[in-house]
């Protein structure tokens, strides 16, 4: 501490801005309370929110004046500081060693759970699956998606509509529906991959509204607010219901089993975990696949990856597609696992939700987003007594995320590609 | 001057205007080279040179005049083409990968012509710049500022190129490095690469170059050999210091 002198006067100084800037802020949101149609004046909440505020900065700038606040502080973001690391071109050993077990456990856990605990696993592996998807975008080609729920709920109402008007059965659904969402990506993609990041962000956010109004107000074909449902998967045509819907037999009947509601959810969970280890793989070996590579050139630096030959649009629109297939897919799980769906499931709050996996997650790191992914959906679960405090609590998590782990939780070991990828 | 009539240049641009918007960067500039020469451009600080080697791959148009290149006009061709036809850009500022190893962006120097010729490449770039090979596995932007020149050329060199446009590429270099690179540009074009060489740092480059052009203001000035420009009294006021 140089001058302690000047360290209070500044801590006061920052104490006093905060207020003002809290009162501001607080003051219209919690100082006036809407009383039928009379506006009641409140005005002690604010103040009293803002001397709170003012405490908390004073007592946090007076920390960050002190030798050890601030090593406490550098401690935290130092690493941040450093740049992506460039690791070997195999994967860790215990990287190898970990994916057998947690392959096992994967296969073998939802025979163990309840009901609801399949229910939140399923949710959360769908999460995980969209944070995956949205990561191509994000993580791996840079393009800022705020609608990426657009795909997901052109996923499930693939499902659901597809049911409804084709009869098509969840298998049937399942790639049409990605490559509905697939195809909806490129119509997205295609004007909009010109622009730069803020405009494309705007843009995907205004698309993911479109989507959801559309499925809200087409009431003749989406039914609307009243939604539509969506029929469960099949094994080789036998059905996980009480009783056959679709003119199959029940699969509980078939083997003269006792009829439990946990068949269904074991084998969507089953199916599930298997499309997500595959993209788990996948996104792994796209990483150090050359289209992987552009996307990360493009990322660096597009003036030199056009005149190196490298058509910016079509790269783009490559990632931008992938994403919305990956969503597609997400889709179709979570229409088949709730048996309904309406549009209030596709607001953009999933966007940011999902978007928070991914910046969590740590731009680009599979692992990283799948334990987002994880700790996103199960911990709200866990804790459902502060569920409203969930949003909140999201808000705070980025904004300290941004100031300390700009690179995310798990910072990137990025593989470096090596010539075996371009053959 | 060694003007070759009737024959097609290399690269050819013929009375080409450019501009950003109500910006007028190029008026009626004609130059061209042929195979095999070593051409350099000089002129002043937003004389216009970038943005003539910008609009070869059509970003700014030219918004008159034509560009030929091989004989064939690519005036309206589209920016990820030119590469393809075997126009290779070491950029101002040298832009290369900074996040990527050494190897991943001579990797990506490949991408206009694919992968088949990468391992033989690779070697002779190495030849050329051994120490690239020893920080092939090293970030590129932990290389100094010469060595990552060096992966600029190294790169664009990976595409197989006829004709090499660079940029300024002894901007902000130590004179030994300079000439290093220099040196290099020689065995490039020797080896069969033509070179189209922008630049400020008028001694070295017009002692090098067989042809050059001075550019002003947008508008070619001066034409003429090496040897003419180094000579020629304007341009010894303009650009070496006035001895
Ligand atoms: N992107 C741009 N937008 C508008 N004006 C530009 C742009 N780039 C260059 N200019 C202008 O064009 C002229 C030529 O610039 P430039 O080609 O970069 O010159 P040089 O490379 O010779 O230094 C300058 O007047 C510069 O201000
Ligand atoms: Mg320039």
């Known amino acids: 501490m140089a001058k302690p002198a000047s360290a209070l006067t500044k801590s006061l100084l920052d104490a006093l801005f905060s207020g003002v800037l809290a009162l501001v802020v607080l003051g219209p949101i919690s100082g006036l309370v809407l009383n039928g149609y009379q506006v009641r004046n409140e005005m002690q909440r604010p103040l009293l929110l803002a001397a709170a505020v003012m405490v908390g900065r004073f007592l946090f700038s007076l920390a960050l004046a002190t030798e050890r606040g601030r090593s406490l502080l550098g401690a935290l973001s130092a690493r941040a500081q450093q740049g992506v690391t460039v690791a070997e071109a195999s994967p860790p050993r215990s ?12 296969l073998i856990l939802p025979f163990f759970l309840s009901k609801y605990f399949l229910t939140v696993l399923i949710l959360a592996m769908i999460y995980v699956l969209l944070g995956l998807g949205l990561n191509i975008v994000v993580g791996l080609a840079g393009l800022l998606d705020l609608g990426y729920v657009a795909f997901y709920a052109v996923g499930a109402y693939g499902l659901a509509l597809g049911s409804q008007y084709l ?4 298998w049937t659904a399942l790639p049409l529906a990605a490559l509905l969402a697939a195809a909806c990506g490129g119509l997205l993609g295609f004007p909009v991959l010109r622009m730069h990041g803020d405009y494309l962000a705007i843009v995907t956010l205004g698309f993911g509204e479109i989507i ?13 607010p009243n939604g539509a449902s969506a029929p469960p998967p099949t094994l080789f045509g036998l059905e996980f219901s009480r009783a056959a819907k679709y003119g199959g037999t029940p699969f509980h009947e078939y083997f003269h ?10 084998f969507i969970f089953l199916i599930l975990f298997a499309v997500v280890s595959l993209m788990v793989l996948f996104v792994g070996r796209l990483k150090q696949m050359p289209m992987g590579r552009t996307w990360e050139a493009l990322r660096e630096d597009e003036i030199a990856c056009r005149s190196l030959g490298i058509n910016h649009v079509t790269v783009k629109l490559s990632a931008f597609m992938m994403g919305a297939m990956v969503g597609g897919v997400a889709g179709v799980f979570f229409a088949t696992y709730q048996g309904f769906i309406n549009p209030t499931s596709f607001s953009f709050f999933e966007s940011a939700l999902i978007l928070a996996i991914v910046v969590l997650g740590g731009l680009g790191s599979t692992v990283g987003i799948v334990l987002a992914a994880l700790v996103l959906t199960i911990l709200p679960e866990m804790l459902r007594d502060f569920a409203e405090y969930r949003v909140l609590i999201f808000g705070v998590a980025m904004v300290l995320m941004m100031i300390w782990r700009p690179r995310g939780l798990i910072r990137i070991k990025r593989r470096s590609f090596d010539l075996e990828g371009l053959r | 001057m060694n003007e070759t009539q009737g024959g097609a240049h290399l690269l050819e641009l013929q009375e080409v205007d450019a501009a950003y918007g109500p910006v007028q960067a190029l008026k009626r500039v004609s130059l061209h080279v042929d195979a095999g020469e070593i051409v350099t451009l000089i002129g002043a600080n937003g004389a216009g040179k970038s943005t003539l080697l910008a609009t070869v791959f059509g970003e700014p148009r ?4 034509h560009i030929r290149f091989n004989g064939r006009d690519i005036t309206g061709i589209a920016t990820h083409e030119v590469a393809k036809l075997g126009i290779a850009l070491v950029p101002e500022g040298r832009r290369i990968f900074s996040g990527m190893t050494v190897e991943e962006n001579l990797l990506m120097g490949t991408i206009c012509i694919g992968p088949a010729h990468v391992e033989p490449d690779l070697i002779k770039v190495f030849e050329m710049f051994p120490r690239l090979k020893e920080r092939l596995r090293q970030r590129a932007g932990t290389l100094s500022g010469g060595e990552q020149q060096m992966l600029a050329i190294a790169r664009a060199l990976m595409g197989r190129p006829g004709l090499l446009l660079l940029d300024e590429p002894s901007l902000g270099l130590a004179p030994l490095v300079v000439r290093q690179i220099f040196e290099t540009l020689a065995e490039i074009a020797a080896a069969g690469t033509t070179v189209f060489l922008v630049e400020q740092n008028a001694n070295h480059a017009l002692r090098l170059a067989g042809r050059g052009y001075v550019l002003v203001n947008g508008e070619i000035r001066l034409s003429g050999t090496g040897n003419e420009l180094l000579a020629n009294p304007e341009v010894r006021k303009a650009y070496l210091g006035g001895h």
Request: proline fraction near 5%; glycine fraction near 12%.
């Open chain 1, 212 to 224: 959801r109004l559309v499925l809200n107000n087409w009431l003749d074909f989406t039914g609307g």
């Open chain 1, 95 to 106: 990287l190898r060693l970990a994916t057998p077990l947690l392959l096992a456990a994967g």
């Open chain 1, 167 to 170: 009869h098509l059965g969840f």
């Open chain 1, 257 to 266: 089993l006792e009829y439990n509601p946990n068949y269904k959810f074991i």
């Open chain 2, 62 to 65: 030219a918004a008159r005049g």
